[in-house]
């Protein structure tokens, strides 16, 4: 075969002569690269990056050559080399026959991702590999990375996710060099699709000739945008990599809306809105034929109307792109799966259009577990029977930020199990999405995320090409990887050791003591008690255990399990805590005994150490804090004061571990998260600027663990504690309220007891009531509405107060404790979902008042008579566990 392979070569000589112009130049240079004369821009570009690599190898002997083109080619097949499978799609032969070694492809992709291997070859041995044989084909046929064209700020007309191109919202979409360096990371790493991901893209793309009336930017705006989108897609293609421009349903551009009365977003179709959205989408398609479109059909249209909308106004659009343009290749339709019913939708669109893939979120918008079992299953395995590709969203991921994560092994297992399943596509955010291309360490110059996310990035994008790898060997190449960064083999150990035992701590952590995987949930700013014991009020997500982790327990199935005695099942809190607790502090330890190797990035590595150590921090606080959580819940069982002593040690405990973590973490970050919007509610709610860092929240701990303290005194006194059928109704006072008697409306009188609503225009109603409120005459007010409350009354008097806590509206909340009110009850009226409410009194004169209630919701629970003794209590309930124990800590 060799000695037939010598004489193959002389029939590739019409590559010389009818290849590339540099070929000649290439034969004085050293190994010459020979491609076909009609070869792709992809095959093209490959061969740039192999003939770099071998300039930069030893010398080869002499008549040593490389040829590369698509085994479907005539000139390959009459070299018998081994044929690809049917419908094989990035495939490609590496192979040696005599002096020549043979790339040969499926398609354009296929070569190129032959050349750039072999590339990666010469890189590491110096030389062309001798005696190779190698057949490679990707595992996921959709490999992608995303980018946002999104902002978390609202700042176009209130309208979310509508964000023009521009260099104010988005400066680095105009660095043609970052591109450049960012496309051939993604190459590399063997990436070939993109997203970005905007609300209404197109009138920052495309003229639109048809609808003057949706022109959003100046002319000479518009056309550099368009420039650079044509360049940016034309050198993803190069590379093998799709550009899909996302966008939202139903988004318009915003003067056109204004121009036809109708709003920026539509929750139904309608025939104008139809019209302009497919023509939009015909000349996205006619201008940008390297590019696809991904679509959220939902969250501004109603679920209903997808179906409809996609098959009459987005299929049919693209269709006249393509007609127009004579592009015969369907671009890819990427369908999300969220907020439409995706099921109806993907039975009506295929038939229409094969090329449709959807995409489903991967543990929701965290990291949680290498599997999804349950109702997330079922959905993938639902949505890979009935699409072209199945893709799996790893979005946002909110649990991991703000520190460095890449174990690798966690990655490979994920995508071992996207095989399992039939996923066939990876759509991979950034571990800082809102902050493109920024990483959130507080450095000058600021970090890029490709940088010092590194492994995040090459880790998904080895696993998605190929998860089935040999262990050792793997062990070995990210090692090294790590090695060549940080100068010395023991560094590069000791390292990868720190970021695989750390891996699964934050991913294992949160579905058993956590509320939510979406990103209402900042994980990095810890957890508030009640959020822990009482997480049902806390609007939690189901699937974030029944989904999204392997079988275990919740922090109240263990309790409970424990008070009555009973054996336990799958992972427990308690034991998952203790070892993440354990796996974290090793890795402080393998990163730390790093130090006497690190020859190379000395400052990135005390980065990374320091990350360790703010982890290992975190873990503490979890652990210490849940802990806490179950002596208190214990105490709910048995009523011995021992749990109480317990869970007070503990949760000085996590008030430390959190200092601590303050301290580390607190100067070395802009933000704990990227994104500060009113969206995230745990911890604690809020918006813009109130939450963002462990500073902010450290108060809030240490005032948690003074309420406690002052709690568990009253509760352990003896005194203060009130069973429901200790008391009667209180007396009462009468009163009249005044015409102007708020400043918000309605604001009306009603008797309080169980079933009353608690808000005039809410339907929040009382569920449980201390028996001494029962039957008086309060006054409620629309929720949120605060103001000055203006009542006449016939005797001095005490009014009853109850406020509803709302942190996302610090500053303009009343706080009783600083305003002389005088707490007299706790745990006294629960309602729905809200906190137990405690009772605040204060004495008002006889006659008009008017009184300053700030800017919260409240809820008059009665007047009595001013001189009335009432003892500060806790109202608890007698059914064989507190009714709830929130009022601990609030």
């Given at each position: 075969?060799?000695?037939?392979?010598?004489?193959?070569?002389?029939?590739?000589?019409?590559?010389?002569?009818?290849?590339?112009?540099?070929?000649?130049?290439?034969?004085?240079?050293?190994?010459?690269?020979?491609?076909?004369?009609?070869?792709?821009?992809?095959?093209?570009?490959?061969?740039?990056?192999?003939?770099?690599?071998?300039?930069?190898?030893?010398?080869?002997?002499?008549?040593?050559?490389?040829?590369?083109?698509?085994?479907?080619?005539?000139?390959?097949?009459?070299?018998?080399?081994?044929?690809?499978?049917?419908?094989?799609?990035?495939?490609?032969?590496?192979?040696?026959?005599?002096?020549?070694?043979?790339?040969?492809?499926?398609?354009?992709?296929?070569?190129?991702?032959?050349?750039?291997?072999?590339?990666?070859?010469?890189?590491?041995?110096?030389?062309?590999?001798?005696?190779?044989?190698?057949?490679?084909?990707?595992?996921?046929?959709?490999?992608?990375?995303?980018?946002?064209?999104?902002?978390?700020?609202?700042?176009?007309?209130?309208?979310?996710?509508?964000?023009?191109?521009?260099?104010?919202?988005?400066?680095?979409?105009?660095?043609?060099?970052?591109?450049?360096?960012?496309?051939?990371?993604?190459?590399?790493?063997?990436?070939?699709?993109?997203?970005?991901?905007?609300?209404?893209?197109?009138?920052?793309?495309?003229?639109?000739?048809?609808?003057?009336?949706?022109?959003?930017?100046?002319?000479?705006?518009?056309?550099?945008?368009?420039?650079?989108?044509?360049?940016?897609?034309?050198?993803?293609?190069?590379?093998?990599?799709?550009?899909?421009?996302?966008?939202?349903?139903?988004?318009?551009s915003h003067p056109f809306a204004r121009a036809h009365q109708l709003p920026y977003h539509l929750a139904a179709p309608n025939a104008l809105a139809s019209a302009y959205t497919r023509y939009a989408i015909s000349e996205f398609v006619r201008e940008y034929p390297h590019a696809g479109l991904m679509m959220t059909l939902g969250e501004a249209m109603a679920p209903q109307y997808g179906a409809e909308w996609l098959t009459k106004t987005i299929i049919p659009g693209v269709k006249d792109g393509l007609r127009e343009a004579g592009i015969a290749t369907e671009p890819p339709i990427v369908v999300r799966a969220h907020a439409t019913n995706i099921d109806d939708v993907m039975k009506e669109a295929m038939p229409l259009y094969s090329n449709i893939d959807t995409m489903f979120k991967w543990n929701g918008e965290s990291l949680t577990w290498t599997n999804v079992r349950g109702t997330v299953r079922d959905r993938f395995t639902m949505l890979a029977e009935n699409s072209n590709v199945a893709i799996a969203n790893v979005h946002l991921l909110s649990n991991l930020e703000p520190f460095r994560w890449g174990d690798p092994d966690f990655i490979r297992q994920t995508?071992?199990?996207?095989?399992?399943?039939?996923?066939?596509?990876?759509?991979?955010?950034?571990?800082?999405?809102?902050?493109?291309?920024?990483?959130?360490?507080?450095?000058?110059?600021?970090?890029?995320?490709?940088?010092?996310?590194?492994?995040?990035?090459?880790?998904?994008?080895?696993?998605?090409?190929?998860?089935?790898?040999?262990?050792?060997?793997?062990?070995?190449?990210?090692?090294?990887?790590?090695?060549?960064?940080?100068?010395?083999?023991?560094?590069?150990?000791?390292?990868?050791?720190?970021?695989?035992?750390?891996?699964?701590?934050?991913?294992?952590?949160?579905?058993?003591?956590?509320?939510?995987?979406?990103?209402?949930?900042?994980?990095?700013?810890?957890?508030?008690?009640?959020?822990?014991?009482?997480?049902?009020?806390?609007?939690?997500?189901?699937t974030l255990w029944t989904g999204d982790a392997p079988p275990g327990e919740r922090l109240d199935e263990y309790v409970a399990e424990e008070g009555k005695h009973e054996p336990h099942h799958g992972e427990t809190p308690i034991e998952v805590s203790d070892a993440t607790l354990e796996a974290a502090q090793q890795a402080v330890n393998a990163a730390e005994a790093a130090a006497p190797f690190v020859t190379k990035n000395n400052a990135e590595y005390a980065r990374v150490v320091n990350d360790m150590k703010a982890i290992a921090l975190l873990m503490r606080f979890y652990n210490a804090k849940t802990k806490a959580a179950e002596q208190v819940m214990l105490y709910g069982y048995d009523r011995d004061a021992a749990h109480m002593h317990s869970a007070d040690a503990l949760l000085s405990a996590s008030v430390e571990a959190f200092r601590?973590?303050?301290a580390l973490a607190g100067p070395a970050y802009v933000?704990?998260?990227?994104?500060?919007?009113?969206?995230?509610?745990?911890?604690?709610?809020?918006?813009?600027?109130?939450?963002p860092n462990w500073q902010q929240c450290l108060p809030m701990y240490e005032k948690e663990l003074a309420t406690f303290r002052k709690r568990r005194a009253m509760l352990e006194s003896g005194k203060g504690v009130q069973a429901e059928q200790a008391s009667g109704p209180l007396p009462q006072v009468e009163f009249t309220l005044r015409a102007d008697a708020g400043e918000a409306t309605p604001v009306e009188p009603f008797t309080v007891e169980p079933g009353a609503k608690l808000f005039a225009d809410r339907g929040v109603t009382i569920t449980a009531l201390a028996p001494e409120l029962k039957g008086l005459r309060g006054i409620r007010i629309a929720s949120r509405a605060g103001g000055t409350l203006r009542v006449k009354l016939a005797h001095p008097a005490q009014i009853l107060v109850g406020f509803v806590k709302d942190a996302s509206?610090?500053?303009?909340?009343?706080?009783?404790?600083?305003?002389?009110?005088?707490?007299?009850?706790?745990?006294?009226?629960?309602?729905?979902?809200?906190?137990?409410?405690?009772?605040?009194?204060?004495?008002?004169?006889?006659?008009?008042?008017?009184?300053?209630?700030?800017?919260?919701?409240?809820?008059?629970?009665?007047?009595?008579?001013?001189?009335?003794?009432?003892?500060?209590?806790?109202?608890?309930?007698?059914?064989?566990?507190?009714?709830?124990?929130?009022?601990?800590?609030?």
């Open positions: 075969m060799r000695a037939g392979g010598l004489r193959r070569q002389a029939r590739w000589a019409w590559l010389c002569a009818m290849g590339l112009a540099a070929c000649g130049a290439l034969h004085a240079a050293g190994v010459p690269v020979l491609t076909a004369k009609h070869a792709s821009a992809r095959e093209l570009w490959g061969a740039e990056q192999l003939r770099d690599a071998l300039a930069a190898a030893k010398d080869a002997p002499a008549g040593v050559r490389v040829i590369a083109g698509l085994r479907s080619e005539p000139e390959m097949e009459r070299l018998n080399l081994p044929e690809f499978w049917p419908q094989a799609k990035e495939a490609f032969l590496i192979e040696q026959v005599g002096k020549t070694w043979v790339v040969a492809g499926s398609d354009a992709s296929g070569v190129l991702y032959g050349e750039l291997e072999l590339a990666d070859r010469v890189r590491a041995a110096g030389k062309l590999p001798e005696g190779i044989h190698d057949m490679e084909h990707p595992a996921l046929k959709l490999r992608a990375t995303c980018i946002g064209m999104q902002k978390q700020e609202i700042t176009y007309d209130g309208a979310e996710y509508d964000y023009l191109y521009t260099p104010e919202n988005f400066p680095f979409f105009y660095d043609k060099a970052a591109w450049i360096r960012y496309l051939d990371s993604m190459a590399a790493e063997r990436y070939n699709a993109l997203f970005l991901w905007n609300g209404h893209p197109f009138t920052s793309l495309l003229r639109l000739p048809r609808y003057p009336e949706a022109r959003e930017l100046p002319t000479a705006q518009l056309e550099q945008n368009i420039a650079l989108f044509k360049w940016l897609t034309a050198e993803a293609d190069k590379r093998g990599i799709w550009v899909l421009q996302g966008f939202y349903n139903i988004h318009l995508l071992t199990n996207f095989q399992r399943i039939g996923i066939e596509g990876l759509h991979l955010y950034p571990l800082r999405y809102w902050d493109w291309p920024w990483a959130g360490d507080k450095t000058t110059p600021r970090l890029e995320q490709t940088d010092r996310d590194w492994i995040w990035f090459a880790a998904w994008g080895r696993y998605a090409w190929n998860p089935n790898r040999d262990a050792e060997k793997e062990h070995a190449y990210w090692a090294a990887q790590f090695a060549e960064r940080y100068g010395s083999d023991e560094a590069g150990e000791k390292l990868l050791e720190a970021y695989t035992l750390a891996g699964p701590c934050q991913p294992r952590l949160l579905p058993r003591i956590g509320i939510t995987e979406g990103n209402r949930q900042a994980f990095a700013l810890g957890m508030t008690m009640p959020q822990l014991i009482d997480p049902a009020r806390f609007n939690p997500a189901k601590q973590l303050t933000t704990a998260t990227a994104m500060e919007t009113t969206q995230r509610q745990i911890p604690f709610r809020g918006g813009m600027g109130q939450f509206r610090k500053g303009s909340v009343l706080d009783p404790e600083t305003e002389q009110w005088n707490l007299v009850m706790l745990n006294a009226v629960t309602a729905g979902k809200m906190p137990p409410m405690a009772v605040w009194a204060k004495p008002l004169p006889e006659g008009e008042n008017e009184l300053d209630m700030g800017k919260g919701a409240y809820v008059v629970l009665g007047f009595v008579p001013e001189d009335l003794h009432i003892t500060p209590h806790v109202n608890v309930t007698q059914n064989g566990g507190a009714e709830n124990l929130d009022w601990l800590f609030e």
